[in-house]
């Protein structure tokens, strides 16, 4: 029953990166690209039968060498595949605002990421002084 409902949760967030919902991408995106079963036993019994027909000394023979070749409908389903892929990733890519109007209190990138957790973490420590120094009546 906990199996159910936690199967019926949409995953969000950093879970989006587990090791289940990587697999379960990994196995959708390879049955996209793979021939069916039925198409690979007729394309394999034919190119044995053209290898029977044409040497039929080599009957026995069990060649390693000969590696499978991709046929061009694969090609074509795995290109397709990486350009669905690829334009589904682009939608997920924004552009950042910036905003011009705000006070510039860094250096770099890095400094600005910076002092943004500081002024999250100690604004509410720091609000007095800062006001106080802005007003010249610090002390």
Same mark, same amino acid.
């Given at each position: 029953? +906990?199996?159910k409902?936690?199967?019926?949760?949409?995953?969000?967030?950093?879970?989006?990166?587990n090791?289940?919902? $990587?697999?379960?991408?990994?196995?959708?995106?390879?049955?996209?690209?793979h %021939?069916?079963?039925?198409?690979?036993?007729?394309?394999q019994?034919?190119? %044995?039968? %053209? %290898?029977?027909?044409?040497d039929?000394t080599? $009957?026995?023979?069990i060649?390693?060498?000969?590696?499978? +070749?991709?046929t061009?409908?694969?090609?074509?389903?795995?290109?397709?595949?990486?350009?669905?892929?690829?334009?589904?990733?682009? +939608?997920?890519?924004?552009?950042?605002?910036?905003n011009?109007?705000?006070?510039v209190?860094?250096?770099n990138?890095?400094?600005?990421?910076?002092?943004?957790?500081?002024?999250?973490?100690?604004?509410?420590?720091?609000?007095?002084?800062? $006001?106080?120094?802005?007003?010249?009546?610090a002390?």
């Open positions: 029953k +906990q199996r409902k936690e199967a019926g949760h949409a995953k969000h967030g950093w879970d989006m990166f090791i289940d919902t $990587q697999v379960t991408t990994y196995n959708k995106r390879i049955d996209k690209i %021939e069916s079963f039925g198409t690979a036993l007729q394309r019994a034919q190119v %044995e039968k %053209e %290898e029977f027909s044409a039929p080599k $009957q026995d023979d060649d390693y060498s000969v590696v499978a +070749q991709p061009e409908e694969m090609r074509s389903r795995l290109r397709t595949e990486l350009a669905v892929t690829e334009a589904r990733r682009a +939608q997920f890519s924004r552009r950042r605002a910036f011009e109007d705000a006070d209190d860094y250096i990138d890095r400094n600005k990421k910076f002092n943004e957790k500081l002024k999250r973490h100690f604004d509410t420590y720091t609000d007095e002084i800062r $006001q106080n120094l802005e007003r010249g009546t002390l």
